[in-house]
């Protein structure tokens, strides 16, 4: 399973990055958790705000 997520993630980014998008490491573990269950999708969403929010040097509620 691990081996499939790797593939699918690998071809994700560079569709993303084809579209002018970048995907960072960070990016990648996140999804990782997700797809492996380590991580809720609350949990996610919360981390993607967050980096998102980061990103934009702001802090919005």
């Known amino acids: 399973m ?3 997520i790797e593939k699918a ?3 994700a980014k560079a569709s993303l990055e ?7 490491e960070e990016h ?3 999804v990782r958790k997700v797809l492996m269950e380590e991580m809720t999708n609350e949990e996610f969403l919360k981390e ?3 980096l998102a929010e980061k990103k934009s040097g702001g802090s919005k509620s």
Do not use: E, P, Q, Y
């Open 2 to 4: 691990a081996d499939a």
């Open 28 to 30: 990648n573990d996140l």
């Open 18 to 24: 084809i579209s002018g998008f970048k995907v960072t």
């Open 9 to 11: 993630m690998k071809n």
């Open 48 to 50: 993607a705000k967050r």
